[in-house]
């Protein structure tokens, strides 16, 4: 049997898809392991986290990133342009493993230089696609623009004169690497990046692959949702409106639309009994006066059981993300059989049937994801999770592709 690493960042937050994968190769009695940077806790031999030196690297790259693109919008959310990193092609994980899955390694985990490391081991490399980042000349999601089909010059992110043209520099460095090594493979988890990766100048001619992200449906299920409200002290009469982030007013999620659209619903429905759980951040009075039904802050949930029971106690999640792959929250929450309402935008659409599991609301309309909302609650519309995505159905696309990897490569 073959051994696979997944080399992730972190195994917390966005981090745990890379866990999840790791956990479901696991039960199948494949050999996994997780190199993260970031060190967690762990009772498993099976996660190794880096030293300090590589973590005072890291800290290190975000300061020097910060400075490079001091000047860039930052309405256009993450740019990366890797400086440091820490080479971990020696360690004993990676020349054991046949099968590397490249998770996302920035904040100054791997540089290029050290990606390049690993390419030169010769083993098949499946690079996963968390975002834009791998296909572009920076920015972890482009938006509207599609200059990376192209050379990413006269990036919307970096306006006016400049010295160094950070975007076209990093593109030509990526294609530099992609273009030496035939052992780089990409997946992606949404069909929008999917096709975004076909297209893009980058990777168009190469192997590139769809695989939704897993979900361990055992433990995101239906629970009674009077009993998920008294563990969380819930009122049992209340309409619950959902809404998960680690930065409320991240450029990605759409937090003004989300506002508007709780504006308008409170104008409109009968009821005034309804609440919004915000978890994922702490309090904000800014964001708490700005609605105008009751909030309460859940703050970041650290364990997947008190998310489920969060799923299980609303009455319908709102992802009103403007720029988004395949949110892990989106399916959460289908599969505890809540509803989801979110602009047909990115990977939202693979999970979403309209108004069957949820509602798709016209992108950047906030009166739509209003009209959502009203639809589901009036309609006692019930989330569901499709049947492509169940657990097992992902990790036999997951075997296909690395047997067809293994057999190329010898």
Known sequence: MFKV????????????????????????????????LQYEASDSGKIKCLGRNSRIISRIDSKLQSYLTRNNYKEFGLYSFPILGTNVSWMDQIKKADIIYLHWVQFGFLNLSNIEQLAKLGKPIIIFMHDMWPITGGCHHSFTCEKYKTRCDNCQMFPGKKIIDWPVLELKNKSKLYSKYKNLYFVSPSKWLYNCAKEAFLTKNRSVHYIPNTINSRLYKPFDRNISR??????????????????????????????????????TVSTKKISVLI???????????????????????KDEYSTALVYNASDIFIVPSLADNQPTTVVESLCCGTPVVGFDVGGIPDMIKHKENGYLA??????????????????????KMLPFFDESNIIRMHLELINSFCKING
């Open 5 to 36: 690493v997944q080399i992730q960042y972190s195994t917390f937050s966005a981090g745990r898809a890379a866990l999840r994968l790791h956990n479901a190769f696991l039960e199948e009695n494949i050999d996994s392991s997780i190199l993260s």
């Open 230 to 267: 008294y563990i969380l002290n819930i009122d049992p009469d209340e309409t619950i409106i959902s809404f998960g982030a680690i930065s409320v007013r991240s450029p990605y999620k759409g937090w003004a639309y989300l506002q508007k659209s709780l504006e308008i619903l409170h104008e």
């Open 279 to 301: 978890f994922g951040s702490g309090y904000d009075k800014n964001v708490a006066d700005s609605i105008p039904f009751k909030v309460r802050f859940m703050g970041y949930l």
């Open 362 to 383: 016209k992108y950047r309309d906030a009166e739509d994801i209003a009209n959502g909302i009203d639809f589901c609650l009036k309609n006692k519309i019930r989330g």
